[in-house]
């Protein structure tokens, strides 16, 4: 297994300026969502752009054979006018070589030709676009993955996990629908000045009474654009209270089903549905608000100037009738503006969400390791002496409790209990041995080394939890999650260290059985012993079991400490129980924890259970 370290720029070494929405315009909040998507891939969105143009433009230019085909071909009667924009002349001048017979179709089939290219320009943009912003939806979820992964856990353990499943999932989508329509918002922006380009050639002073007439349309609605932004950050709120309904009927699955509890439940997750779906229609119903709006509005000026241009204009029918077909394209087209930003509008407050949840989480990452190339697995960290804290002290950011930690020295290769009551403190001890919390003043030393300086050491440590987390998957699967490719003696090995080898091989399928979400196929004691097996695989330095076995049976317990008594002086064991009595014989010494307070590492004489305080170790 190759493992990599990949480094995160932080927004200010990524050109970006710090995130601070709340002192930011509208404009400014457009500008930043744009950055983000240009700096993803700058050629592709550049390409976006330039097809484009190129679509708008032969649209354009078809709009403008449209002149020749009806003036000169003899629809209208009459022959090229000296009005008519170049290419309109330019076709007249190349039709008059042509026999009369051939006109006709020599235009219709370059007019087919055209739309030929247009569509096959249209057809290649549309594709781009749509990998593009899939693959800018998957850039955003894989960033703010990769940054949770980096992140302190005592940043993550604030938060509840609903709040990050909601950014990943339906924030990011919704970034994803945003990004859609700004790249319509490209094509609109390529094609208006191609159709005011075509309309100014043919009518000056109708195409501006139309363009007047459209920036008052979007004058007077401009105030929808406050009630899409109300509306995004009630939608992220209510998809955020969706997702933590889910998790915590899920979470509580069986107790629920036990209590007889799911009438309750099912009417609390209506009632967060039934409020997403409210804010899904007012959103709907601010959009359809706006359009219908527009629709009525580009039909009065459509016949108003219709009206200038056959009464006072006076233009030519060929004209009129070109310059009815831009407007009857170019009015709706200030209606999909609209429409477009009220939806880049809408998603603003999704993307702001994903926005600080990165720039939080960077700002809390750990340490980096040092990257590793392609070639054999980095070797496992070894612990040779001990672990030490000196005078350590941590307090958790939403605890009450302060652990103190005056001096503790834990030797290498030795198993040690640490006991104490629940809530003293023994896992938020645990927490800084493995280097998952830092202490707020101390130090904690791996043979005499800061672990800071070892950025490495969670490598070498495997972890025991008392729920053990058991993959929908294979007994396989369970085993190298985590612990990247083995073969199967290196598998057979960790299985029959962990005492699980032989009710694998009992299984259907052996290593290949399905064990179910969170392994219901297995009993209690099977999940603890492959959770043990999945550690030992990777040839930990240090094994830590939190409770592991306090929630089995005598039998599955016995089961897992004769494992543990075979591991003896192969590896540091450090094992929170409560029923530390009947470990004794197992154990070379005792950490006491008492309401915060952790007292110094006690060996422990097997041969009468005498217990000999020890005050320190090397190097205290």
Sequence with gaps: MIHVCISRETPRARGARPWHPESMN?????????????????????????????????????????????????????????????????????????????????????FVALIAVQSSIGLLRDRRSLALQLRFVDHLRDSLFGALARCRWSFLSQHHSSEYISVLSTDVQRVGQGTYFLLQLFTQFALFPIYLLVALRLSAPVTGLAVLTGAALWWLLRKSREAAQRGGVALSQANQAMFNDIQEFLGALKLIKIHGEEAGYQRQFRRAIQHLRAQQLAFNAVRTRSQRGYRIGS???????????LTLARLPAAHLLVLIAIFARMLPQISQVHTGFQQLWHMMPAFENWRRWLDQCEAHAEPAEPAAGVGPEPVAPILREGLALEEVTYRHPRGTQTLRVPRLWIPARATTAIIGPTGCGKTTLLDLLTGLNRPDAGHVLVDGAPLTQRPDWRRGVAYVPQESSILDGTVRENLTWGAGASDDPAIMAALARAAAADFVNRLPQGLETRVGERGVRLSGGEKQRLALARALLRRPALLVLDEATSALDRDNQQIILEALRALHGRMTVLIVTHRYQEILDLVDGIVRVRAGWVEGWEPVNPSHGAITRVRGGPGL
């Design 26 to 110: 509208d404009t400014d909040r457009l500008k930043s969502f744009f950055s983000e998507f240009w700096r993803f891939d700058r050629r592709a969105v550049a390409l976006a752009f330039g097809l484009n143009l190129m679509a708008a433009a032969l649209e354009g230019l078809g709009l403008m054979l449209l002149l020749p085909l009806l003036d000169l071909a003899g629809v209208l009667g009459a022959g090229p006018n000296a009005a008519a924009p170049a290419p309109a002349r330019l076709a007249g001048q190349l039709l008059d070589r042509l026999p009369p017979d051939a006109r006709l179709l020599s235009m219709l089939g370059a």
């Design 299 to 309: 039909a009065v000026v459509l016949a108003g100037l219709t009206y200038v241009a």
